[in-house]
Nanobody
Framework: QVQLVESGGGLVQAGGSLRLSCAAS????????MGWFRQAPGKEREFVAT????????YYADSVKGRFTISRDNAKNTMNLQMNSLKPEDTAVYYC???????????????????WGQGTQVTVSS
């Protein structure tokens, strides 16, 4: 089992940048495929980005491709999401998630993830 805690959210103007972090507990962080998801008010939770166990493979939603970068540091049990060129439509609560270690691959479906952080608010003003 893994526990996740996000940080780094806040209020930023359109065009600005934020860096989200996800700190994980436990000694087996490197065995979990990881992802970032977000949920805006009145909308379903949506996929943002995923990263493989080693960090060697990443995948992005079309809406963030070229602007966001997902990364992980298995030695520090952390995952990050660098968000550049932010837009008002990026406003949401951002969640980090871990998929069960029995799976080797990532997924863009939120229901495939077993462990979730509490979320961090990102607000982009126009």
């Amino acid at each position: 089992q893994v526990q996740l805690v996000e940080s780094g959210g806040g209020l930023v103007q359109a065009g600005g940048s934020l860096r989200l972090s996800c700190a994980a507990s436990g000694r087996t962080f490197s065995s979990y495929p990881m992802g970032w998801f977000r949920q805006a008010p009145g909308k379903e939770r949506e996929f943002v980005a995923t990263i493989s166990r080693s960090g060697g493979s990443t995948y992005y939603a079309d809406s963030v491709k070229g602007r966001f970068t997902i990364s992980r540091d298995n030695a520090k049990n952390t995952m990050n999401l660098q968000m550049n060129s932010l837009k008002p439509e990026d406003t949401a609560v951002y969640y980090c998630a871990a998929r069960s270690s029995i799976f080797s691959g990532t997924s863009s479906n939120y229901y495939d993830y077993n462990f979730w952080g509490q979320g961090t608010q990102v607000t982009v003003s126009s």
